[in-house]
Nanobody
Framework: DVQLQASGGGLVQPGGALRLSCAASGVTLDNYAITWFRQAPGKEREGVSSVYRNWRTYYADVVRGRFAISRDSAENTVYLHMNGLKPEDTAVYYC??????????????????WGQGTQVTVSS
């Protein structure tokens, strides 16, 4: 049974940084495209950053230059490094895995497995 575990969220001041982790059991994450999504209260879930099986990366315009996604094969973990956080980054962050590299990176239906989410709150 594939399980994804998202962690690393918390409360941070504007301009601060956090590192989110997406760990897995029952699967090798290098064999999957991994994407971080987020959902703020009253808003739709949106894609944030993705790393494909060929290690190609994608970023939403609103986070490009501030966030970075990386794989750690030894730890079987994908990280989302978030810098320059803004109040509008406040959301529950989810990681998702796709067995095939998605044709549409931000389409939620492309993903086969989802983690449970971790809360990120950016506030002074």
């Amino acid at each position: 049974d594939v399980q994804l575990q998202a962690s690393g969220g918390g409360l941070v001041q504007p301009g601060g940084a956090l590192r989110l982790s997406c760990a897995a059991s029952g699967v090798t994450l290098d064999n999957y495209a991994i994407t971080w999504f987020r959902q703020a209260p009253g808003k739709e879930r949106e894609g944030v950053s993705s790393v494909y099986r060929n290690w190609r990366t994608y970023y939403a315009d609103v986070v490009r230059g501030r966030f970075a996604i990386s794989r750690d094969s030894a730890e079987n973990t994908v990280y989302l490094h978030m810098n320059g956080l803004k109040p509008e980054d406040t959301a529950v962050y989810y990681c998702a895995a796709a067995r095939q590299d998605p044709r549409l990176v931000w389409a939620t239906y492309e993903y086969d497995y989802w983690g449970q989410g971790t809360q990120v709150t950016v506030s002074s």
